[in-house]
């Protein structure tokens, strides 16, 4: 009773309604939440010097003898670390969490001049600055191997890591696995199609057929026709299940503490930076020809992922050769497996990823 007592009180003496009422309000809420203030805890978000310039990390975790988890975000350009507020906490606690803004993309793009990055925005640089990075991370945390997440466009350069380094992986771990990404783009065109063929949606009918012919052989996809069929996939939950886009995803983007207004404001320039120099040629590749892997592997697919096949993943996944591999489906997700699933997702880094670094004597106890 004296709950119900008090709040209208409130009311009554004339006091204003609750925040947050800014965006440095909510912020400064989420932050103080999410504030690791584990005795053996670590939180710092900063500039390393990768591949010449600045580039942004915040690494976060309850125990610094924790197992290193680098995570690789999608796109180009789609970073992760300002909605990882929303799935990572709970990955805090058993692992040090590292989210990345690439070249090109989120914080790094706003720190450094585009100008002068436009030249590097090559694949075989990105490359060159995720290995990098683990080697720092390696050196930074004493490690000798760390667990390596990509989702999406970071799954292609997951699993070039996996093949260059796999002495410096406990792992690697594929979300939203790129696989045959042509044959990928000619599947979620065919999907979108019929869902609107379905719908009765004559619009988005039209607008599909007059892309014809979308993604044929191994040609890139012009980005104009790749962003009109990105429209209806999404509209049709080919992204997030049973949500049209990732609005939603977008909307938190602005609740990032890591985030200033400026980085914030920043995104959108970063993500199309990165798509215009990275996006048409990572679509023409076929990353199923890689037949063996000498780290373990794990795959998290969402069974509803039309943006980037699941189902050609899963079928990639059962021709390639690793010590050990381990497929989960996620049967609620699509595209955005950690942020549709995350509970899942984290119970599934737990109890069937961590356990390899804990095998290897890396780990809390």
């Known amino acids: 009773m004296?709950?119900?007592?008090?709040?209208?009180?409130?009311?009554?003496?004339?006091?204003?309604?609750?925040?947050?009422?800014?965006?440095?309000?909510?912020?400064?809420?989420?932050?103080?939440?999410?504030?690791?203030?584990?005795?053996?805890?670590?939180?710092?978000?900063?500039?390393?010097?990768?591949?010449g310039i600045d580039q942004w990390v915040s690494i976060r975790g309850n125990d610094h003898r924790n197992p290193v988890l680098l995570m690789l975000h999608g796109g180009p350009g789609w970073v992760a670390m300002p909605t990882s507020w929303y799935f990572q906490r709970g990955w805090e606690e058993y692992f040090t969490v590292v989210q990345w803004d690439q070249r090109g993309a989120g914080k790094t793009y706003v720190a450094n001049d585009p100008g002068h990055v436009a030249p590097t925005m090559t694949r075989e640089r990105m490359i060159a600055d995720s290995e990098e990075m683990v080697a720092w991370l390696r050196r930074e945390f004493g490690k000798e191997k760390i667990f390596v997440l990509g989702q999406s466009w970071g799954s292609y350069l997951g699993l070039e890591l996996a093949q260059r380094r796999p002495e410096w992986l406990h792992a690697y771990i594929g979300i939203g696995q790129v696989s045959n990404a042509p044959e990928s783009e000619r599947r979620g065109w065919a999907w979108t199609l019929q869902q609107a063929r379905d719908d009765g949606n004559a619009e988005a009918v039209a607008e599909l057929e007059a892309l014809v012919p979308y993604a044929q052989d191994s040609t890139s996809v012009p980005l104009e026709k790749l962003f009109k069929q990105r429209k209806w996939l999404n509209h049709y939950g080919g992204m997030v299940h049973n949500r049209r886009g990732?609005?939603?995803?977008?909307?938190?983007?602005?609740?990032?503490?890591?985030?200033?207004?400026?980085?914030?404001?920043?995104?959108?320039?970063?993500?199309?930076?990165?798509?215009?120099?990275?996006?048409?040629?990572?679509?023409?590749?076929?990353?199923?020809?890689?037949?063996?892997?000498?780290?373990?592997?794990?795959?998290?697919?969402?069974?509803?992922d039309y943006n980037v096949s699941s189902e050609l993943a899963a079928h990639w996944f059962q021709t390639v050769k690793a010590p050990s591999k381990h497929l989960v489906w996620f049967e609620q997700s699509a595209h955005e497996v950690m942020i549709e699933e995350p509970g899942k997702t984290l119970l599934t880094l737990v109890q069937l990823v961590r356990p390899i670094a804990e095998g290897a004597g890396d780990g809390a106890r």
Request: glycine share 8%.
């Open 246 to 304: 990732g609005d939603a995803e977008a909307a938190a983007i602005k609740l990032s503490p890591e985030y200033t207004d400026q980085d914030v404001a920043g995104i959108w320039k970063g993500n199309d930076f990165s798509m215009q120099h990275l996006l048409s040629e990572v679509l023409t590749l076929d990353m199923s020809a890689v037949r063996e892997l000498k780290t373990p592997l794990f795959l998290f697919l969402g069974r509803h």
């Open 2 to 51: 004296a709950a119900l007592w008090f709040c209208p009180s409130l009311q009554a003496a004339g006091q204003s309604a609750p925040g947050p009422h800014t965006r440095a309000e909510a912020t400064k809420v989420i932050a103080d939440l999410r504030k690791v203030v584990a005795d053996d805890g670590i939180e710092r978000l900063e500039k390393v010097r990768i591949g």
